[in-house]
Every structure is written in C-alpha cells, then in structure tokens.
C-alpha cells in the first residue's frame, strides 16, 4: 500500500480527491486529510509516508511555504494546483508531479502511474529545494536562477549566464567571465528551470542569452558571435525563430 496524505483549505476539494483515489488506485491508503495546512505540518512531521498531495493557493500558509517547515522530505509530492505554465514547468523539471485543478480520472491514474513507476530517490529532498529556490513570486522577473551543481545548489544572476552547451545528460553552463558550470541536468531540463524569455534555443547543443549576442553570421544555417567573441553555430531549425527574437543592425 502506498500511504497518503491530503492537504487543502478546501474541504470540498478534499473530499473529491478522497473519493477519487479511493476509487480509482486502490492501493493508496489515506492516512489523514487537511483543510489546515498549520495542523498538517505537525502531523507530517511526526508521521512516516508516501505521498503527499498538497495545494499551493492556501491562506496563512500557502504549499511552498509549508514544504519549507518540513525539515527532512523523504516523499513524493503532487501539487493539486490551478497555477499557470511556468509553476508547471518548474514541476516537471523538479521531478515533482502535478494535478491541474478540477481533478478527473485521467489526471488521477496518471499521476498514481508515476508514482508507483518512480523509484524513492535520495533526490527528492533536491528536487524540492530546487524548486522553492526557483518559484519566487516576480516569477519571469526573477534575478537569480537556483540550479542543481554536482555539490548541491548553486544561485547565478541570470544575466551573468552567457550560454549553455549540452554535454551528454549534463549541462555546461558559460559565464560572462568565462567561468564553466557543470550541472546534472540535461540543455532541455535546464532550459525548462530557466524559462526565462532572455534565453532561446539556437541548437540542440546550444541555449544562448540573446542579450549577450553580437552578430549573426549569415550561412545555411548561420552562427552567432557573442561579445566575449564565441563563435556558436546555429541550427536550421532554429535559425528563423532566432532571427524574429533578435534584431540585428546593418
């Protein structure tokens, strides 16, 4: 049995989502339910589990804010949420599941699938961290980016990253000053914890700040000259999506 436990300010949504698992993954056991995420927050820290289905947009303490009082998060988490694309992406590239709110069966199995498919990590903890570091409420607007360096967490001023290459399923990331960051993620994981609209993928071995792009250098598919003086090929996949991006003087 997989044990569960449920956290919503709405009672409503509680029940439906009991109902729900109860009905549709008979294997999950629901060890307690919550419209107080204040009185959650001591049980879970008390109480050995699976899973926890947790909402975000709660009062006096919202989802990210309790998950911050859990100080050892040896769980799944599935965020029962109404959040736009960019909290969904930061999910799926945190490791972390999701349902989009109202729940319906589909949205349910899915997520049981792959909560039963997902072996326990030692990542989780990671993945969490990594996560609340990158949702900050300017969103989009955000100065820092937390990514995951083979030591731990590692935060960089966005507009200090110059470029990222993929190597295998590692990122390199290239700063202004040159220096090189390793991170265990793969270009498509990274782009996904980015998400931020200064960056653009110019090749499946290339995320580029277009801020710090030069010149274009006409060709089949062409390359850009950053102001450091790199030279990076573009693909012709991405060459005209770069060139509607970026505006290039004569």
């Known amino acids: ?20 698992l109860t009905k549709f993954c008979p294997d999950f056991q629901i060890l307690q339910k919550f419209d107080n995420p204040t009185e959650a927050v001591r049980y879970i820290n008390q109480t050995p589990f699976d899973v926890l289905f947790l909402d975000i947009s709660m009062p006096v303490l919202n989802g990210f804010d309790l998950l911050k009082q859990i100080p050892q998060i040896n769980f799944d988490v599935v965020f029962v949420t109404a959040y736009d694309n960019f909290a969904l992406k930061a999910f799926e590239f945190c490791a972390v599941d999701y349902l989009l709110k109202p729940t319906n069966k589909e ?40 990514i995951p360096t083979l030591e731990g967490l590692e935060f960089i001023n966005i507009q200090q990253i110059s470029y990222a290459k993929a190597d295998g399923n590692y ?6 000053n040159q220096e090189k960051i390793l991170i265990s993620k793969t270009l498509k994981e990274f782009e996904g914890i980015l998400n931020d609209p200064t960056f653009a993928r110019i090749h499946n071995s290339y995320v580029v700040n277009l801020e710090h792009i030069r010149k274009y250098i006409k060709g089949d598919s062409g390359s850009v000259v950053l102001n450091d003086g790199t030279v990076l090929q573009v693909s012709r996949a991405n060459k005209t999506k770069l060139l509607s991006l970026v505006r290039f003087g004569n």
């Open 107 to 146: 949205s349910i199995i899915r997520a049981a699938d792959r909560i039963r498919a997902k072996q326990k990590s030692l990542n989780i903890k990671e993945n969490i961290a990594l996560l609340l570091a990158n949702m900050q409420k300017d969103g989009l607007k955000r100065k820092q980016v937390a």
């Open 171 to 176: 990122t390199i990331i290239v700063l202004q």
């Open 1 to 20: 049995m997989i044990s569960v436990i449920l956290v919503d300010d709405e009672a409503e949504c509680l029940d439906v989502l009991e109902a729900e």
